[in-house]
């Protein structure tokens, strides 16, 4: 019955996971998947989150279905956090939870696929590799738009505006609002207004993935190009998660929003997600909703966990200046101030795929094979093997 099936190659990045558990050395270090640990290498439950959670516990309420469209509580909390002084009103947002950013970026890509048929999306080069499996997974054909240039380490900035110019009206580009995945490289606010001001010329449809808000300036700066779009009317997807910012991975928690200039047309839009959510899961998981929702809706408990956010951020930078120092004693003639200049959790290191596998061969240090590290994985017992095992294998 099932001789024809291939055995899976395995997840660039979930099957080095699985290797790393595996691993028996005591001085492995995991900078592969995108988790952030603390100083103590753990990954936190944070203080926020877990006054929230004996609150929920205390509630004992019953473990019934959710609606299709999530918690209603929960989804009004995320939309205030994300639109801020911008939110729109019902009329103009279908807003759904999801499991996790993944599963918005899937519930968009089946109701994109449903109604707009054979459907391209151009997606940044590189991206997360989990974005060509997903949309291609919905029916979409997927194209790249320039973004990362190897030689300055930096942002192709011309290249990336020239494609977008030359993309046809209705095109769905895939935009990283925020600490770029793989490269941490993100435009700066002056190019933001250009990519916008060109995304509404031409009439492209943006679906934002907005996983790390909060981990590059602040969370209001992080999601400028998202509010932006709303005050320029600007149809959009918007998927964002909760995995990272608040330590909820496996909750799976996040959220889609659709944004529909046009007055009364959120209705059937949220309709239609609803419609997508049933036939897919049919509805979302309580927990983590009432986690957030607890979180968000508590003014004094939002306030510390965007103090416990701001303290994720500035721990990621400390350990990028210490790795690019570092570096910079153990091979004097090469530059790795790019390191400073990139945002979020993950550094894009410019290592070969041959130096990633010596790294976690030989010093069983894991990083993705496209060189990315994940920057919030180091901590001070850790950053100077690390810097020094990067050193070997750049030396070569
Ligand atoms: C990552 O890029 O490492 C994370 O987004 C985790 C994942 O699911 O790949």
């Known amino acids: 019955m099932f001789s024809h099936l291939p055995p899976y190659a395995g997840d660039p990045i979930l099957s080095l996971m699985e290797q790393f558990q595996r691993d028996e050395r005591s001085n492995k270090v995991n900078l592969s998947i995108g988790i952030y640990t603390d100083g103590r290498g753990v990954v ?21 279905y959710l609606p299709m469209e999530g918690h209603a509580a929960y989804r009004q909390a995320v939309a205030k956090l994300l639109f801020g002084a911008d939110l729109p009103s019902a009329e103009h947002l279908a807003i759904v939870q999801t499991l ?29 590799d989990n974005h060509v499996g997903i949309f291609e997974g919905a029916g979409f054909k997927t194209e790249r738009y320039p973004y990362y240039d190897a030689q300055t380490k930096g942002l192709n900035f011309n290249g990336m505006l020239d494609k977008l110019q030359s993309l046809p009206k209705g095109a769905v580009v895939l935009l990283h609002p925020c600490c770029h995945n793989p490269t941490g490289v993100d435009p700066t606010r002056a190019q933001w207004e250009q990519i916008i001001a060109v995304v509404e010329q031409r009439g492209l449809l943006p679906f ?35 995995s990272k910012i608040f330590s909820l991975y496996s909750e799976r928690i996040g959220a889609l929003s659709v944004f529909c200039p046009q007055a009364g047309q959120a209705a059937n839009v949220l309709g239609q997600l609803k419609l997508t959510v049933r036939r897919n899961y049919s509805s979302p998981a309580r ?69 990633v596998d010596r790294l976690r061969e030989e010093f069983g240090v894991y990083a993705v094979g496209t060189g990315r590290i994940c920057v919030a994985g180091l901590n001070d017992s850790n950053v100077a093997r690390v810097a020094e095992t990067m050193a070997e294998v750049l030396r070569g």
């Open 44 to 64: 936190p439950v944070l203080p926020s989150v877990r006054t929230a959670s004996a609150a929920v516990a205390e509630t004992g309420a019953p473990y019934v």
């Open 100 to 128: 996790g950013g993944s599963g918005a970026l899937k519930v968009g890509a089946d109701l994109i696929a449903r109604f707009f048929p054979q459907p391209t999306i151009w997606l940044p080069d590189p991206t997360w």
């Open 208 to 242: 934002f993935d907005l996983a790390y808000q909060g981990f590059a300036e602040s969370l209001d700066d992080d999601i400028w190009p998202v509010r932006e779009a709303v005050r320029r009317q600007i149809p959009f997807f918007l998927s964002n998660s909760f």
């Open 287 to 355: 927990n983590g909703a009432l986690l957030v929702a607890h979180v968000l809706n508590d003014d004094k408990l939002a306030t510390q966990w965007r103090a416990e956010v701001e303290e994720m951020r500035v721990r990621v930078r400390d350990m990028r200046v210490k790795l690019a120092s570092q570096l910079k004693s153990a091979v004097p003639d090469q530059d790795f101030s790019f390191l400073l200049r990139q945002n979020g959790m993950f550094g894009y290191t410019g290592l070969t795929s041959a130096q």
